[in-house]
């Protein structure tokens, strides 16, 4: 069974331009997240998808960050303009959820963005 | 708000055994996870813990919680080169929906194991 996965694995591009990303979860798992991870840090959820649903999304930077999840299955992550401070690993991941139950999450190799 | 914490750095000798720890600071936790990372990988799930046990043994890996402490730990027996990695601890932040559960993650402990 493929688990995450995400393309490109790495991304090099110049401050201001865009950047999108894109995730095929795991089959049949409900429930997408996107994070970032900065060097030396642990994931930060920047958002949630329920289905197509995105019910979580207070992390987001809105005004350069935009994500979208059409028909419940692929991701993409965009960003425009990017910064410097955008530089970082943005993790994929899913999970077949339960209310309230155990929430494991498989994650995807991850894309690592540089910008110069 | 939640926090998790950990030790950045653990080093321990090949055979030995490695005890990575990890505090966290939301009692509604209802279960705390390991991860393992990999240079240039995602995050791969080790074992996890219901907030109700206060230990789980899976092959090499023993995870003990004290819940009136907050603690976490994660003991690896018989350390091999290949365990070197970041392990990250999580809890398991309840969401006021009732629909799945947000992951906190520390900051990672960087385990280096010597030959």
């Known amino acids: 069974e493929a688990g995450v996965v995400q393309s490109p694995r790495y991304k090099i591009i110049e401050k201001k331009q865009p950047v999108a990303f894109w995730c095929n979860p795991i089959s049949g798992h409900n429930t997408l997240y996107w994070y970032r991870q900065n060097l030396g840090q642990g994931p930060e959820l920047l958002i949630r998808y329920e289905n197509e649903e995105a019910v979580d999304d207070s992390q987001l930077p809105k005004d350069r960050f935009s994500a979208e999840r059409l028909k419940g299955v692929d991701s993409t992550l965009k960003i425009q303009p990017a910064e410097l401070g955008d530089s970082a690993v943005y993790l994929c991941?899913?999970?077949?959820?339960?209310?309230?139950?155990?929430?494991?999450?498989?994650f995807g190799a991850g894309t690592r963005l540089s910008v110069l | 708000g939640e926090d998790v914490e950990q030790s950045l750095f653990l080093s321990v000798r090949e055979g030995d055994s490695s005890v990575i720890n990890c505090t966290y600071t939301?009692?509604?936790?209802?279960?705390l996870y390991w991860y393992k990372q990999e240079p240039g990988a995602g995050l791969q799930l080790l074992t996890y813990i219901f907030s109700n046990m206060d230990m789980k043994q899976d092959q090499r890996l023993t995870v003990l919680l004290n819940k009136k402490d907050k603690h976490l730990s994660l003991r690896i027996a018989d350390t091999q080169t290949g365990d070197s990695a970041i392990y990250f601890c999580a809890e398991s932040v309840g969401i006021s929906s009732g629909s799945a559960r947000q992951l906190t993650f520390g900051s990672g402990t960087q385990l280096t194991v010597l030959p």
């Open positions: 991941a899913s999970s077949f959820s339960l209310s309230q139950g155990r929430n494991i999450q498989y």
């Open positions: 939301d009692s509604s936790s209802t279960y």
